[in-house]
């Protein structure tokens, strides 16, 4: 049977919603009907735009920085409640209260049994893919950032799983791949990259995902810019740009509509393949977007997948059947 395989972009437990997770069970930032759809899936995989720790400072490394966040250890039960079984680390926050706070974070998701991928104590560690049951299957996930570079793991200290990403994807990515490939049956890549606030890929990262499936990558799934950017197919290869947000405190840019994410259900043996589902996120809690919220999600999802030569059919409110052409 084919696993149905979740994917969030970026859950932020820091600041306001760590306030939020000391007066509520950490299970009510989600909505009980997405806690019950992700949990009929055999993984969920996400980006944790976070720490996870009481111990640390705040960093120093970047210069006027102006965002911090880190969530207290209840946070772990938050991603649990939605069956969260892997998270990247790789992103612009996971150092915000620099090492300590990091291995903290860790720490905390070991014990939950939710595997991390990357960040880590050293280099090496911080490249590592994660490889975590699905089923009858294994999943390899690989996560890498572009930014920032201050944050990049050394041989001798912690960090995340850095690369540039201006040109083609460095050697040790297609070394992970191919490991992964090797020791799972499923690859995912889950890259961090690109600025905030965009509304679709840039012209480079079109390119380092055709590079990323070349190398071995099943499925490429991004975040980063807090807004959702379309779908393309790239040699029969699901490449999903950027996921959106999935839990914030952000505010709310009423044009780009930053408070609207997706949650994709990729199963990777069955028609359709791949299957997008609307998300509604209030402040401190993320339900399904309803009502004209999910009407203006599909239009926008619907122009820009069309922009990519992708079809999508709207198959319920907010569920949306995605295909590479009209056959779906």
């Keep these: 049977m084919s696993p149905t395989i979740g994917l969030l972009g970026d859950v932020m437990l820091g600041r306001s919603v760590a306030d939020h997770l000391a007066r509520v069970p950490p299970?009510?930032?989600?909505?009980?009907?997405?806690?019950?759809?992700?949990g009929?899936?055999?993984?969920?995989?996400?980006?944790l735009e976070c720490c996870i720790s009481e111990r640390g400072g705040r960093t120093r490394r970047i210069r006027g920085k102006p965002f911090f966040f880190r969530a207290p250890p209840a946070a772990v039960d938050a991603l649990r409640a939605i069956g969260m079984s892997a998270v990247s680390l790789a992103n612009n926050h996971a150092l915000d209260y620099e090492?300590?706070?990091l291995l903290d974070t860790?720490?905390?998701?070991?014990a939950a049994g939710v595997a991390a991928a990357g960040a880590g104590p050293d280099v090496d560690r911080a490249r590592q893919g994660a490889i975590v049951p699905v089923a009858d299957r294994r999943l390899g996930l690989l996560a890498v950032t572009d930014h920032p570079a201050d944050y990049a793991a050394t041989p001798g200290s912690a960090g995340v799983a850095f690369a540039e990403l201006t040109g083609s994807i460095p050697e040790w990515i297609r070394l992970e791949l191919h490991r992964l490939r090797d020791q799972a049956d499923l690859v995912i890549a889950f890259p961090h990259w690109g600025p905030n606030m965009t509304t679709e890929p840039s012209r480079r990262r079109r390119m380092l995902a055709r590079e990323l499936v070349a190398a071995g990558a099943d499925l490429v799934a991004g975040h980063s810019a807090h807004v959702f950017h379309g779908i393309e197919w790239v040699d029969g290869r699901a490449?999903?740009?950027?996921?959106?947000?999935?839990?914030?405190?952000?505010?709310?840019?009423?044009?780009?509509?930053?408070?609207?994410?997706?949650?994709?259900?990729?199963?990777?043996?069955?028609?359709?393949?791949?299957?997008?589902?609307?998300?509604?996120?209030?402040?401190?809690?993320?339900?399904?977007?309803?009502?004209?919220d999910a009407d203006w999600l599909t239009a926008r999802l619907e122009r820009a997948c069309a922009a990519m030569g992708t079809h999508v059919q709207r198959v319920s409110e907010q569920r949306f059947a995605v295909g590479p052409d009209e056959r779906i």
């Design 40 to 47: 009929s899936c055999d993984a969920v995989v996400g980006n």
């Design 106 to 110: 860790l720490e905390h998701l070991e």
């Design 239 to 292: 490449v999903l740009y950027d996921l959106g947000d999935a839990l914030d405190d952000y505010a709310v840019d009423a044009a780009l509509r930053n408070d609207l994410g997706i949650l994709a259900l990729w199963r990777p043996d069955r028609e359709p393949e791949l299957e997008l589902v609307g998300l509604r996120l209030d402040f401190c809690q993320t339900r399904l977007a309803r009502g004209a």
């Design 99 to 101: 090492e300590p706070a």
């Design 27 to 38: 299970e009510r930032l989600w909505a009980d009907e997405l806690i019950e759809l992700c």
